[in-house]
């Protein structure tokens, strides 16, 4: 039975912290769009005390978290944990207040990563760290939750990195993401509007610091995003995204009942074989009602003659 508290209770630190995945749900104060994402927890997440805890925040192709949590007067944050590997089932819930510290508008923050980590460098895709104040946390069952095993983590991202953390990698980064502004030299340097209408000499300090300022300066409903690369921000597609969200925001849910959910249709790999647990291979398929009824209808006039011949 789930229970709350109004802090983490410290036999929930460990649970927490050996997940290997774990999730983060946010949304805008007023209308737009709900966002749920997954984070890897690959020792980058933190119980600070029982009403605190942080994560490094890695690069995505979107950025609604760090978003929703800027936007003034919000703030609004759930962590949810889930045991999905084999041990007892549980969830854990985390309610709060999150706050978002941005790599590069830190000039000291590498610097601190290291000094507290013994000299190694920030992980490869760190755009932030969340830093959460919880005022909620609550447990649930996980009974219907299925059983899975780790395999290993993903290194796309890091292969990412690598790539375009070259020479000419801001431009075939720019050149990948087909994206027309900013425009970027060679040298990283981006010329863009000031505050006062005039131009604006920009240093962009790396690939990843580019990708950040053509993907992440702005939420799918239009809100602003990244903070360090805010001047940057698209306005042509800013006033686009909002008047989608707005759109969206006049959608209906479905007022109509259409009853039992329907099975999905079996797919080719479905209807062959399978491999059942322990390596042996499940021949089983779906039964026909109608076979079944000719086998026994045949079954019963062979028995019938055999009867019939010995007497």
């Not at 690598?162 to 970027?184: C, F, H, N, T, W």
């Not at 306005?235 to 925001?249: F, I, N, V």
Request: glycine share 10%.
């Amino acid at each position: 039975m789930g229970k709350f508290y109004d802090h983490i209770p410290e036999h929930l630190h460990e649970f927490m912290l050996r997940q290997r995945l774990f999730f983060v749900a946010t949304a805008p104060l007023n209308g737009g769009s709900v966002n749920v994402s997954p984070k890897a927890n690959e020792g980058a997440f933190e119980v600070t005390s029982t009403h605190r805890v942080r994560y490094a925040d890695l690069t995505g192709s979107g950025n609604e978290t760090i978003s929703h949590l800027l936007e003034s007067g919000n703030g609004r944050i759930t962590l949810a944990f889930i045991n999905i590997e084999e041990g007892a089932p549980n969830i854990v819930r985390l309610y709060g207040k999150g706050t978002v510290f941005e790599r590069a508008a830190d000039a000291g923050f590498d610097q601190r990563w290291r000094d507290e980590h013994g000299g190694k460098s920030v992980p490869i895709g760190v755009r932030a760290i969340i830093d959460v104040a919880v005022h909620t946390c609550a447990t649930s069952c996980g009974y219907s939750l299925p059983v899975f095993h780790f395999q290993r983590q993903r290194t796309i991202l890091d292969d990412f990195q690598r790539k375009y953390d070259r020479p000419g990698g801001m431009e075939a980064l720019q050149k990948y993401k087909g994206a027309a502004s900013p425009s970027v030299d060679a040298e990283g340097i981006v010329v863009e509007k000031g505050h006062d209408g005039g131009p604006h000499v920009r240093r962009i300090g790396s690939a990843l610091e580019l990708y950040w300022a053509i993907c992440n300066t702005l939420s799918i409903d239009g809100l602003p995003g990244m903070r360090s690369v805010a001047p940057l921000t698209n306005k042509e597609e800013q006033q686009r995204l909002l008047t989608r969200a707005k759109e969206h925001d006049a959608w209906q849910a479905p007022p109509d009942d259409l009853g039992p959910i329907r099975s999905p249709p079996m797919t080719s790999s479905q209807t062959g074989k399978r491999a059942a647990p322990g390596g042996n291979v499940n021949l089983a398929q779906p039964v026909n009602m109608l076979h079944v009824s000719i086998a026994f209808a045949a079954g019963c006039a062979l028995t019938a003659v055999l009867l019939a011949t010995q007497t």
